[in-house]
Nanobody, 127 residues
Framework: QVQLVESGGGLVQAGGSLRLSCAAS????????VGWFRQAPGKEREFVAA?????????YADSLKGRFTISRDNAKNTVVYLQMNGLKPEDTAVYYC???????????????????WGQGTQVTVSS
């Protein structure tokens, strides 16, 4: 069983940066793939980024490449980060991290493959 808690959200002006953290409890987290997803009001949940248990294997939504960076601290074995730069008002959403155990070296972009979810953290970008 894995429990996830997001933090780091808040209000930021357009062009600013935030770093979200996803803290995990539970054993073996370093063997879980972790994804970040977001959901804006009135919109469907969308994929943001994901990282495999091999921390060099990452994937991003095409529209976010170059602005967002996902990383994990496997030394601590408990934290995954999402660094968000150049934030835009359209990035406003609740951001969720999710995890699932997998032997695959490729992180999934499909939210249905993720078994564990955090409660979300609000990111608001003002214009």
């Amino acid at each position: 069983q894995v429990q996830l808690v997001e933090s780091g959200g808040g209000l930021v002006q357009a062009g600013g940066s935030l770093r979200l953290s996803c803290a995990a409890s539970g054993r073996g987290f370093n063997r879980y793939a972790v994804g970040w997803f977001r959901q804006a009001p009135g919109k469907e949940r969308e994929f943001v980024a994901a990282i495999a248990w091999i921390e060099t294997n990452t994937r991003y939504a095409d529209s976010l490449k170059g602005r967002f960076t996902i990383s994990r601290d496997n030394a601590k074995n408990t934290v995954v980060y999402l660094q968000m730069n150049g934030l835009k008002p359209e990035d406003t959403a609740v951001y969720y991290c999710a995890a699932h155990f997998t032997m695959s070296r490729i992180a999934s972009m499909n939210p249905d493959e993720y078994d564990y979810w955090g409660q979300g953290t609000q990111v608001t970008v003002s214009s």
